[in-house]
């Protein structure tokens, strides 16, 4: 099945500084590359992701860019700003058992600091 | 969203005790997901419905049962608790495009 490895698990940066978060994942048939970020206490929620078909996406300050070759993705943030602080969860999708579902990260804990 | 509600928000429950988390959701997603979210694993798939009446294990699945019998509600039971089930469990649905939307998560502790 799939995994997802996840580095940094932690992350301490300026603002103003940016902050990259690299992903590798095993199955090569993974198709869909998620990010989700995490405040404190709440829901995981869909920052942005891509498809295997495009190899960089761009959401005003965060990025994120996939290698299908070397089975990698990252996310980018540039000019981070202490709102920016949560955890980051990348994901890729898993279509074994016939069911396309999400296979998770471990997290990265991005502190922005003023 | 309000359209992915999980409840209890905070459940306590003894060794042994069945206990079951609710999920609902009001967009007729046809993809519901069962997660744990547990320090240093960030999120493990416990179980996934692709459909009503269709379920399937994910990857931490032993002690968990599931049922789907309709589209909207997704229940997750612990058939006899124990202390390693003490985690925050996240529902999520998804429908064709496949972004998950997650619920605001339940705080389960066993003691």
């Known amino acids: 099945g799939e995994n997802v490895e996840q580095h940094p698990s932690t992350l301490s940066v300026q603002e103003g500084d940016s902050a990259v978060i690299k992903c590798t994942y095993s199955d090569s048939a993974s198709n869909y590359f998620p990010w989700y970020k995490q405040e404190l206490g709440k829901r995981p929620q869909l920052i942005i992701d891509i498809r295997s078909n495009v190899g960089e996406k761009k959401d005003q300050r965060i990025a994120v860019t996939l290698n299908k070759t070397a089975k990698h993705f990252s996310l980018h943030i540039t000019e981070t700003q202490p709102e920016d602080s949560a955890v980051y969860f990348c994901?890729?999708?898993?279509?074994?058992?016939?069911?396309?579902?999400?296979?998770f990260g471990a997290g990265t804990r991005l502190a922005v600091h003023p | 969203d309000a359209g992915i509600t999980q409840s209890p928000r905070y459940k306590i429950t003894e060794t042994g005790r069945q206990v079951t988390l609710m999920c609902h959701q009001t967009?007729?997603?046809?993809?519901m997901f069962w997660y744990r979210q547990d320090l240093g694993h960030g999120l493990r798939l416990i179980y996934y419905?692709?459909?009503?009446?269709?379920?399937d294990k994910g990857e931490v699945s032993d002690g968990y049962v599931v049922s789907r019998s309709k589209t909207e509600n997704f229940p997750l039971t612990l058939e006899s608790a124990t202390r390693s089930q003490t985690s925050v469990y996240f529902c999520?649905?998804?429908?064709?495009?496949?972004?998950?939307?997650f619920g605001s998560g339940t705080r389960l502790t066993v003691v």
């Open positions: 994901a890729a999708s898993s279509s074994s058992g016939g069911y396309n579902k999400l296979i």
């Open positions: 999520a649905s998804s429908g064709q495009t496949f972004g998950y939307t």
């Open positions: 967009w007729s997603h046809s993809y």
């Open positions: 419905s692709a459909a009503a009446d269709i379920t």
